[in-house]
């Protein structure tokens, strides 16, 4: 697989909270599957990571969460929405309860990993949902 | 499945007295209250005093916390309380900061300002139990203002008051929210550490590994990182600000994360009581045996606590429980069966105390001193940890110490290889986890346990009240007391910053304001997310 044909992923932190081993590890799990990833690290606000996922031009936003209050996943969406970035695919993971992740699917998030989601499941999902063709993002998130 | 301990030492089926040949009652073990200490500190143990059982608390504004904190105290929680600032305060920035709005009382409480404190502690005394207050080192300063001013308006004598509310200056590098560089968290640690001990305060300062851990790291390196720092902060105190050893060493309390792996919990803890014991005598000449005894309390692994079928983790809470109560510490506060999913519920709370009190009460554990010393496999594991551990902190040294080896990336990297490795012996079946990566169930059948949340409009509630008070308070006292803190973080290193930071607490500046002008001394931006303008005019 060509480096252009390669899924590129944007990973981040999102808020204040410092707890990053989850997020580094999705990185070096989905490194291991081939596929491109952009790590922001912490205290990223929703504009940064959109920011950086215009610039980076990444088919999939991933999010480590660990507030207890989902507000600022809410305002990411509504920033990809009014950036047209509707097509970019975006995965949440972190410490989310059950009926957190129902609701946070309901807003658009295609798919929320909890804590010890095994790699198989993780990339199997992007690799599903994400169709890259050669340098343009083509990615059509089929979820939903 | 690895038949190994969590550093990688192999397990044998069965322990002799051949694997413990060379072991000498009295050099490496001691009565307990005996040099070297790897039994205990007190020969009658638990008899004399029960480890303080406590929780967690923190959720939500002061006043909610202040509830939670008179409900655990119903529950049974024994001897001493413990609070954790919430992500903002962390940092430390204001609730009312824009970004800092949106987080404001998730996961701890938002003591940004003496007031806060006030409503925390309304109508609960400040002495007659340890009071406990975590999170971040920079903020730690100014917790420590809180207490001293509190004490001082209720007319207590501030020696009276015990615990813990000042914290080490390596958190950031394990996973904890924390925005301040080093060597500004090095500077205001060695200020409030020096101000404890010259003012002969019973306060401790948090130096502890279970940040380490709980990002990843193993045993063996907890140890070596736990006394790389203890021995670079204590050899700052006595060369740096001239103190005295034997008054420095009544200061650090290490907070130790008990994980599943029984056996190697116990030995770890054993393992670190004779390594303190060793170090403070033959590094540090120590003069009196209570500098040989370091305070260890134990935190069971919030890490170990599963999303996936959530009771099975009082199992594990019970078991570390369990574990810390027979090791012998000071203090345990036990993670809760919904650490994965949320801030813990009462039910789940309940549950933890009473885990506790069930192990104080029922097992027969606690009237007992190290009822395992003697065990060849124990024997063995302490000794084993404390040899690996060694030459881990021997390879920190020889970089130069803690600071050195940190600044040449050396212990961000252990403890990330760590992190993967553990990943990976989880994702190859290595090490099991029930309802993990066997005996897995489909989410529809697992049991549903309440959750606590907080929403958004919480934290807009206590963003919009700092708000609004910010502007009732005495504005001339204010600009007077911060402009003179300002001053003083201008001045050398040397010079501490408690006065005026006590000062500026008690003219009710807030944490962002003053952790901000000490900042803006020091060159750096007022805001470490570059958001505000410092509102005062300093010049």
Redesign the interface.
């Known amino acids: 697989m060509g480096k252009s044909q390669a899924i590129k992923v944007l990973i981040s932190v999102i808020g204040l909270d410092g707890h990053s081993t989850g997020a580094e590890i999705v990185c070096r799990i989905l490194m291991d599957a081939g596929m491109e990833v952009v790590y922001l690290g912490i205290y990223q606000t929703p504009e940064m990571i959109v920011r950086a996922a215009i610039q980076e031009d990444v088919d999939v936003i991933g999010i480590s969460s660990h507030a207890s209050n989902y507000g600022q996943i809410d305002e990411l969406l509504e920033l990809l929405k009014r950036n047209n970035m509707e097509d970019v695919c975006v995965i949440c993971g972190g410490t989310i309860p059950r009926h957190q992740m129902q609701e946070l699917k309901k807003k658009g998030i295609s798919e929320v990993f909890p804590p010890q989601s095994t790699p198989e499941s993780i990339v199997h999902f992007i690799v599903s949902n994400v169709k890259r063709a050669g340098n343009s993002v083509s990615g059509s998130c089929s979820c939903s | 499945m690895k038949r190994e301990t969590d550093y990688g030492h192999p397990i044998k089926s069965v322990y002799t007295p051949k694997d413990v040949k060379d072991l000498n009652y009295e050099r490496d073990l001691g009565d307990p209250g005996a040099y070297p200490y790897s039994r205990g500190y007190h020969p009658d143990g638990y008899r004399s005093r029960v480890w303080t059982q406590r929780m967690t608390a923190g959720?939500g504004s002061s006043r909610r916390t202040n509830e939670v904190l008179k409900k655990y105290r119903e529950m049974g929680q024994r001897g001493g309380m413990l609070v954790i600032c919430d992500?903002?305060n962390?940092?430390p920035i204001d609730p009312d900061h824009p970004?800092?709005r949106?987080?404001a009382g998730?996961?701890g409480w938002p003591g940004a300002s003496l007031l806060e404190f006030e409503e925390l502690m309304d109508g609960i005394p400040l002495t007659g139990q340890s009071i406990t207050l975590l999170g971040s080192c920079a903020m730690s300063s100014i917790r420590l203002a809180y207490v001293v001013a509190l004490a001082e308006k209720r007319g207590v004598n501030l020696s009276e008051v015990h615990g813990s509310v000042t914290e080490y200056p390596f958190c950031?590098l394990f996973?904890?929210?924390?925005?301040q560089p080093l060597d500004l968290n090095l500077k205001l640690w060695l200020d409030s550490s020096e101000f404890i001990v010259r003012n002969k305060i019973r306060m401790r300062s948090g130096i502890l590994s279970q940040h380490f851990q709980e990002?990843?790291g193993n045993n063996a390196q907890a140890l070596a990182v736990e006394m790389a720092m203890l021995k670079e902060l204590c050899k700052l105190l006595v060369d740096e600000r001239g103190l005295d050893f034997d008054d420095v060493a009544f200061l650090p309390y290490e907070l130790v994360s008990v994980g599943s792996r029984f056996f190697e919990e116990i030995a770890k803890i054993r393992a670190l009581r004779r390594m303190w014991a060793k170090m403070a005598k033959e590094t540090f000449k120590a003069r009196k045996e209570k500098s040989c005894q370091l305070l260890i309390a134990v935190h069971t692994s919030g890490r170990t606590m599963?999303?996936?079928q959530p009771l099975n983790n009082i199992a594990r809470c019970a078991i570390q429980t369990l574990a810390g109560a027979i090791a012998g510490c000071t203090a345990i506060d036990n993670a809760c069966l919904d650490?994965?999913?949320?801030?813990p519920s009462p039910l789940a709370a309940r549950m933890s105390l009473n885990t506790q009190h069930i192990v104080a009460d029922e097992t027969g554990v606690a009237d007992v001193v190290d009822p395992l010393g003697g065990s060849y496999f124990v024997e063995y594991l302490t000794d084993k940890v404390e040899e690996e551990a060694y030459k881990i902190w021997r390879k920190i040294e020889d970089l130069g110490g803690m600071i050195a080896s940190v600044q040449k990336g050396f212990i961000q990297k252990m403890l990330?290889d760590s992190?993967?490795e553990k990943?990976r012996e989880?994702?190859r079946g290595d090490r099991l986890?029930v309802g993990?990566?066997e005996l897995v169930i489909p989410?529809e059948e697992d049991f549903?346990i309440p959750?606590q949340?907080?929403?958004?409009e919480?934290?807009e509630e206590i963003a919009a009240r700092m708000e609004e008070w910010k502007k009732t308070r005495n504005m001339p006292l204010l600009q007077k007391t911060i402009t003179q803190l300002y001053l003083d973080a201008k001045k050398e290193d040397r010079h501490n910053l408690m006065p005026s930071i006590i000062e500026a607490v008690k003219a009710y500046a807030t944490a962002g304001e003053m952790i901000g002008v000490i900042r803006k001394a020091r060159g750096l931006n007022y805001d470490p997310?570059e958001t505000i303008d410092c509102p005062f005019n300093l010049d």
């Open positions: 959720l992500r903002t962390a940092m970004i800092g949106k987080e998730v996961l950031n996973g904890q929210t924390d925005a990002s990843g599963t999303y996936q650490n994965a999913h949320a801030e990330k992190a993967q990943q989880v994702e986890i993990v990566n989410p549903q959750i949340e907080l929403k958004s919480d934290s997310l």
